[in-house]
């Protein structure tokens, strides 16, 4: 059966807080930053004909966790990456930093306690030679790292390794400038500068067609970007960024760019109704975000899904459950709910362990309700065995209790390696297309930046329930080859993917 097979893809790419190999970024020194943490708090089993094979249970048992093996995978890269990423931050293990995820340490824990150690510490994680990957510590001058001109985000221990590395460099340099401006401004999202306050959708959702319509309805949109530059915590970023402050321009598009970052997951999970033609206007929904990590929840408060509600005005009441191990305590921390959320509200609310369990614990007792869409951002099971393994249990009962599904990945390839799996466990591909609401911010390989970069939720894949019949092999597919699954269908576009929702 070919949903007992266990199997991994190639590895993925990621960016500035994203580990290699993995799906799951890592957080920067800024989530851990005082100031931030002030600003914040201001401001189930399936049917019995389709288990997996014996033993699965025992492999997920063993299975690490998902930002264990991004932490743990920056060495394939950079020897000791790792443990200067502890040593910077005064933690001596990776217990120490899932402490810090959870939310049990403070800044002033990790020798944090200006707001130049929080840049200096975070800038510090990023200084090894792109050529020959040497940290500080190998060379003999440790402070001999110099940093490109250009972009402003890479290093190297010398005029040799520079000019070895410039045929490769200058492909991304222009792009890597976009990563490391944004790397620092996204400070902004934990200060509550950003996002700028939105405004209810003048247009219905199918007219809007993607990130240009989006601003579009943003009235004043020039002045609250003036007024995002002219904060308190923009001025406070550039005294002590040690960089110097860019143009007003630049940090504008930045701004933008972390924006559509911050927006792209409740708004992909619009798109996702509409693409199964589920109307929030007809009855309260809930939507199961699975695999949910820190990624989604770390600093998440209980607004930061509410342009759903601008999206849809008027709707019945949508809940949001965040499903994973890797869930962070914080103020989403709060168990689903056992009634109807309440109309016209976007409700948050987040378990702690595996889908499945959650699934057999809550939902098959009728504790809670139902999904009427389960949505997995970057759910990286194509990674490695481990991790899919991991994910067996859930993609089976998501199939075979027929849940609309919609999954987002980060690449093209990443696409081809997530659809030889599904085909090959009988799930049916209704469709694949370029996300129309995709972040606009770059992200790079933490370890090996000298990579075209990557946007979160770069497409999705909708999965309906089990295949009624043979799917063509996704790996039979060329570059250029359009594909279409059932009803709805992903039209061939440029590059074999459809450009928008249909």
Not at 64 to 76: E, K, T
Not at 352 to 366: A, P
């Amino acid at each position: 059966m070919a949903g007992g097979r266990r199997r991994g893809g190639g590895g993925r790419r990621g960016g500035p807080r994203q580990h290699p190999d993995t799906h799951k970024p890592a957080p920067s020194p800024a989530h851990l930053s005082p100031a931030a943490t002030t600003a914040q708090e201001n401001a189930g089993a399936a049917p019995k004909t389709r288990h997996p094979k014996k033993g699965t249970e025992e492999l997920v048992a063993r299975a690490p966790d998902v930002d264990s093996l991004g932490f743990q995978a920056m060495d394939r890269n950079v020897p000791g990456l790792s443990h200067l990423i502890l040593q910077k931050l005064n933690m001596k293990s990776y217990e120490d930093y899932k402490s810090a995820m959870d939310g049990k340490k403070s800044g002033s824990d990790f020798g944090i306690r200006t707001y130049f150690d929080m840049f200096q510490k975070m800038e510090d994680t990023f200084k090894f030679c792109a050529e020959c990957k040497k940290l500080p510590d190998a060379l003999p001058d440790p402070k001999s790292l110099r940093r490109c001109k250009r972009c402003q985000n890479v290093y190297y221990c010398g005029v040799v390794c520079q000019r070895a590395n410039w045929p490769l460099h200058k492909k991304f340099c222009k792009k890597l400038k976009l990563v490391a401006l944004d790397r620092l401004v996204e400070w902004l999202i934990f200060t509550g500068d950003i996002p700028f306050p939105t405004e209810t959708w003048t247009k219905p959702a199918r007219d809007v067609e993607g990130w240009e319509d989006w601003f579009s309805m943003q009235g004043q949109l020039e002045e609250k970007l003036g007024a995002i530059l002219a904060g308190r915590y923009m001025t406070i970023l550039w005294a002590n960024a040690g960089k110097p402050r860019p143009e007003d321009r630049e940090l504008r598009e930045s701004v933008r760019r972390l924006v559509t970052d911050f927006h792209s997951r409740p708004l992909t999970i619009g798109s996702g109704l509409r693409l199964f033609g589920i109307n929030p206007l007809a009855k309260t929904l809930t939507v199961h975000v699975v695999g949910a990590s820190h990624v989604e929840t770390l600093n998440t408060r209980l607004t930061d899904y509410d342009e759903l509600t601008r999206m849809f005005p008027g709707h019945q009441g949508m809940e949001v459950v965040m499903v994973g191990v890797d869930v962070v305590d914080g103020p989403i921390m709060r168990p689903p709910l056992a009634v109807p959320a309440p109309r016209g509200r976007i409700h948050l609310s987040s378990y702690k362990g595996l889908y499945h369990d959650f699934w057999e614990s809550h939902v098959e007792t009728k504790l809670v309700a139902r999904p009427d869409l389960v949505v997995g951002f970057h759910p990286g099971f194509h990674a490695c065995p481990d991790l899919m393994a991991g994910w067996l249990p859930t993609l089976l009962l998501l199939r075979d209790y027929r849940l609309p599904v919609l999954f987002t990945v980060y690449s093209e390839q990443e696409l081809k390696s997530s659809l030889q799996i599904l085909v090959e466990l009988e799930m049916h591909i209704i469709g694949y297309a370029a996300n129309p609401f995709a972040s606009l911010r770059p992200e790079q390989v933490y370890s090996s930046p000298n990579k075209a970069p990557v946007y979160c939720s770069s497409y999705y894949i909708a999965l309906l329930g089990l295949a009624a019949s043979a799917v063509p092999g996704a790996g039979d597919l060329e570059d250029g080859d359009g594909w279409e699954g059932g009803e709805p269908c992903a039209a061939g576009a440029s590059g074999g993917i459809a450009t928008s929702l249909p």
